[in-house]
């Protein structure tokens, strides 16, 4: 039995979150607690992570503090033209490395960006579920991050995300309204391969 959500259509069964997950550019600029924020950094907490390194750091700025237009200016121009109504700004960073036993100091992590990779997924989701959306991009000034946001020696920024409640996209200038929907996936045929590639 197929799933149809978003005008998107599973060919396999799995939760509906997963096709109610997208990533709108118009919000309408609402403001979001610091315990909805904190509910989607739970869920990312629980990610998994190799020998349980959880490698990630969330750094955020939510539009009704002080710390909202630098975060906003930390954006490449063209994502500052729509993030700016948007309900709070995230940058995900990780750390390149991790303790494992039997080890008494820190080793390089061959996985942190996959780790905060699925971090970022499991926000994403529980974004959705709450009724909020996340938009991930890596549209950001990553040297003025560096140096604004006091990123420490042996971690590196992951990307950044926009969290908001969706708005009108007539909001958005007119190339980016045709793009206002979400998109669709390649099958799995052509993803997925038994035995080797």
Request: hydrophobic share 40%.
């Given at each position: 039995?197929?799933?149809?959500?978003?005008?998107?259509?599973?060919?396999?069964?799995?939760?509906?979150?997963?096709?109610?997950?997208?990533?709108?550019?118009?919000?309408?600029?609402?403001?979001?607690?610091?315990?909805?924020?904190?509910?989607?950094?739970?869920?990312?907490?629980?990610?998994?992570?190799?020998?349980?390194?959880?490698?990630?750091?969330?750094?955020?700025?939510?539009?009704?503090?002080?710390?909202?237009?630098?975060?906003?200016?930390?954006?490449?121009?063209?994502?500052q033209s729509w993030?700016?109504?948007?309900?709070?700004?995230?940058?995900?960073?990780?750390?390149?490395?991790?303790?494992?036993?039997?080890?008494?100091?820190?080793?390089?992590?061959?996985?942190?960006?996959?780790?905060?990779?699925?971090?970022?997924?499991?926000?994403?989701?529980?974004?959705?579920?709450?009724?909020?959306?996340?938009?991930?991009?890596?549209?950001?000034?990553?040297?003025?991050?560096?140096?604004?946001?006091?990123?420490?020696?042996?971690?590196?920024?992951?990307?950044?995300?926009?969290?908001?409640?969706?708005?009108?996209?007539d909001q958005l200038?007119?190339?980016?309204?045709?793009?206002?929907a979400p998109s669709?996936?390649?099958?799995?045929?052509?993803?997925?391969?038994?035995?080797?590639?």
């Amino acid at each position: 039995m197929s799933l149809t959500a978003n005008s998107r259509t599973a060919d396999h069964p799995i939760e509906p979150v997963f096709l109610e997950r997208w990533s709108p550019r118009a919000f309408n600029g609402e403001g979001i607690s610091e315990h909805d924020l904190r509910t989607m950094f739970e869920a990312a907490r629980w990610a998994p992570s190799s020998y349980n390194s959880q490698p990630w750091r969330f750094l955020y700025a939510r539009r009704d503090n002080a710390h909202w237009d630098k975060f906003l200016g930390l954006l490449n121009p063209f994502n500052q033209s729509w993030a700016k109504t948007g309900s709070a700004i995230v940058f995900i960073v990780s750390s390149e490395t991790m303790m494992v036993p039997g080890k008494e100091t820190p080793v390089p992590s061959y996985s942190h960006s996959f780790d905060a990779g699925a971090a970022w997924a499991c926000l994403a989701l529980q974004a959705t579920a709450m009724g909020w959306f996340a938009h991930g991009m890596v549209g950001i000034e990553l040297e003025k991050i560096y140096t604004e946001l006091k990123i420490p020696a042996g971690y590196k920024v992951e990307m950044g995300l926009v969290i908001g409640k969706q708005g009108p996209k007539d909001q958005l200038p007119e190339a980016l309204q045709a793009r206002e929907a979400p998109s669709p996936r390649k099958p799995v045929t052509e993803l997925a391969f038994e035995g080797g590639f």
